[in-house]
Structures are given as structure tokens and as C-alpha cells.
């Protein structure tokens, strides 16, 4: 599986600041994802990194608020935006296993997450 | 587009026992159904996963079953230990066949 390195594991932020997050993978990966997890809830999708073209974001989130980079096959940023207390969450790496055969894309692995607290 | 529904919420098993997890799903479209345990500040981790050609699928203590005609599929632990407590969560996948949708997930407590 990939080894994906996330930063910062944490950080609390006051209101109206933003913060970005980074995601680093070990290996090539051709699909990157962005989730959110608010407290006590289930997994997000905040939005699909794509190499080289505009992140796609899923109802609900929007670039503005979330703009993501993704500069080459194995790493990409998160960005929240003008944050509010509502932003305080766990926020998600994902990348979908390698660029082999079909059964290896399939897995979707995670990093560790950042917990984010918005004062 | 997809939607899943997980139950329970949470499970309190004695060690020893078994656990059962089921989930259902919408998207009859949909193929490749994994479960992810999440343990207190890590992310979350994949545990077993089953694609749709496949009605059920073993790893040690760990079961997953599918059932594509009622679009339901179950996560199943036997000999459960202490260490088995976490959340888990099961998924699918969406219509465009790129990201996952999950379940709410079911915290699991095992009591020793």
C-alpha cells in the first residue's frame, strides 16, 4: 500500500484564517482525494485532485472555500478557507492504490488526518 | 447518486464472541465494497474489501459477505479481542466509479 504522509497532524486556527494541508505519497498515484470527517461522523468527499487540471468538488463544496493543488502524481494541498468554527474537522488524504492493473486501483488508502480546531 | 445506510451504530460484544456489521447500498451500479477500521486519532484503514463478481470473501478473522440482488453486504468478526475496538466503516463505490461513499459508521467495543 502507499505510504501517505499528511501536515500538520493538528493545528487550531482563529476565525477568518485559513490553513493548508499537505499530502506527500511515496509513489505515483494517478487518483487523490480530499475528505473531510466532522465530529463523531462518517467520511466526506470534499473534492478529486487531478494532476494538471481543476479539482473536481462534490455538492455542497465549493473551490472558493476549498481551492486544492495538485502539482505532479504525488502530492497535493488542501486549502480552508476564511474558516469558521463549523470548519473544525478531521480532514483526509486519500489516494487510490498505484497505477498498476485494475484490482491494485481499486484500494482507496488514507493518511492520519488533521485535526483541525477553529477558534 | 450512491448512498449507504451502516447498522449498528455501535456494538458491545464480550471477547470471544462475534461481531456483525451490514450495510446496504443504492446504486445496483455499484462494485467494489470495502470496510475501513478507524482507531482513536488515525486515519482510516482498510481492513477487507470485496468486489461484486465475488459473494464472499475471508481473511483470518475477518468475513465480508455481499449480497448484490438485495444490494446489502456484512462485516463479520469472529473470536473478537480487545483490539478490535474501533469504528468501523464500510463503503462503496459511487457511480462514477472514482471516489468512495461511506456508511456512518459502528463503533465496535469489545469487552474483555
Known amino acids: 500500500s502507499a505510504v ?33 470527517q466532522q465530529p463523531g461522523q462518517s467520511l466526506t468527499l470534499i473534492a478529486t485532485a487531478n ?37 473544525s474537522s478531521i480532514y483526509l488524504c486519500s ?10 486501483n481499486e484500494k482507496l488508502f488514507f493518511g492520519s488526518g488533521t485535526q483541525l480546531s477553529v477558534l | 447518486g450512491e448512498n449507504v445506510e451502516q447498522h449498528p451504530s455501535t456494538l458491545s460484544v464480550q471477547e470471544g464472541d462475534s461481531a456483525v456489521i451490514k450495510c ?9 465494497f470495502p470496510w475501513y477500521k478507524q482507531e482513536l486519532g488515525k486515519g482510516p484503514q482498510l481492513i477487507i474489501d470485496i468486489r461484486s463478481n465475488v459473494g464472499e470473501k475471508k481473511d483470518q478473522r475477518i468475513a465480508v459477505t455481499l ?14 479481542q480487545p483490539e478490535d475496538s474501533a469504528v468501523y466503516f464500510c463503503a462503496a463505490r459511487n457511480q462514477a466509479g472514482t471516489a468512495l461513499i461511506f456508511g456512518k459508521g459502528t463503533t465496535l467495543s469489545v469487552s474483555s
Open chain 1, 51 to 87: 494532476q494538471g487540471s481543476e479539482a473536481t468538488y462534490e455538492s455542497g463544496f465549493v473551490i472558493d472555500k476549498f481551492p486544492i493543488s495538485r502539482p505532479n502524481l504525488t502530492f497535493s494541498t488542501l486549502t480552508v478557507s476564511n474558516m469558521s468554527p463549523e470548519d
Open chain 2, 24 to 32: 446496504t447500498y443504492s446504486d445496483s451500479a455499484s462494485n467494489y
Open chain 2, 67 to 80: 449480497n448484490k440482488t438485495a444490494k446489502h453486504f456484512s462485516l463479520h468478526i469472529t473470536e473478537t
Open chain 1, 4 to 36: 501517505i504522509s499528511q501536515k500538520p497532524s493538528r493545528d487550531i486556527c482563529q476565525r477568518g484564517t485559513s490553513l493548508t494541508i499537505q499530502c506527500q505519497v511515496d509513489s505515483q498515484v494517478t487518483m487523490m482525494f480530499w475528505y473531510r
Open chain 1, 95 to 104: 489516494v487510490r492504490g498505484g497505477t498498476g492493473g485494475s484490482g491494485s
